[in-house]
């Protein structure tokens, strides 16, 4: 079955810590893109990639980093996480067919930074 | 550049009521619009896109929303509510075609009555 994972799905973690948020996706898609969601709040762009060995910053400027060196694995890591960073984090794919360029989304990993 | 507006955070209705849940957009470009929804501890899930044909989408769940170029609206409705549709609901715009990415609004959570 086609789909797409995030693994933690909770983490709660000290301050300092070196963290890293798993997504994969089983679809082939080639773009992937992680959204950071605080609650009442629009979710924020924060990384995309468009292929393999592709990244960008999104919209929300973000400490974290990515990488993309298969198509179906696009990690996000916080080499020291802070308080700030407590949020939950959304990734997400799409593919480049014809059309609207339609997500399809994990379920989210909640990072809590104590 | 893109924007979308959800009017109010909160939105409460009894069980059989209309559903309505508004989002006005801004838009350079002819938009594609989306809503999605997220149930708790969920990731966020398509219900219905306008890709710029019919102006009135049908979704799942029994949901449509008509898009309206004058007004810069794409609201949502549903006939009659059902407490399964309890859930935060996002409108999100984009350029037309894959290659452009999502805004998405605030939220607006749906909360039914017995």
């Known amino acids: 079955e086609a789909d797409i994972y995030q693994t933690p799905r909770y983490l709660v973690i000290g301050t300092g810590k070196k963290i890293t948020l798993e997504c994969s996706q089983t679809m082939g898609h080639d773009k992937m893109y992680w959204y950071q969601q605080d609650p009442g709040m629009e979710l924020h762009l924060i990384h995309y990639s468009y292929g393999v060995n592709s990244t960008e910053k999104g919209d929300l400027s973000s400490e974290s980093t990515v990488s993309r060196i298969r198509t179906e694995h696009f990690p996000l890591t916080l080499e020291s996480a802070r308080p700030s960073h407590t949020s939950q984090y959304l990734c997400a794919s799409s593919d480049s067919g014809a059309g609207a360029n339609v997500l399809t989304f994990g379920a989210g990993s909640r990072l809590t930074v104590l | ?114």
């Open chain 2, 1 to 114: 550049a893109q924007s979308v507006t959800q009017l109010g955070s909160h939105v409460s209705v009894s069980e059989g009521a209309l559903v309505l849940l508004r989002c006005n957009y801004s838009s350079s470009v002819p938009p594609y619009l989306f809503w999605y929804v997220q149930y708790p501890n969920q990731g966020l899930q398509l219900l219905l896109k306008y890709t710029s044909a019919a102006t009135l989408v049908k979704g799942i769940n029994g949901f449509e929303a008509e898009f309206k170029k004058s007004e810069t609206s794409f609201h949502l409705t549903k006939p009659s509510a059902h407490m399964s549709d309890a859930a935060e609901y996002f409108c999100a715009v984009s350029g037309p075609g894959p290659s452009h990415k999502l805004i998405f609004g605030s939220g607006t959570r749906l909360l039914v009555r017995p």
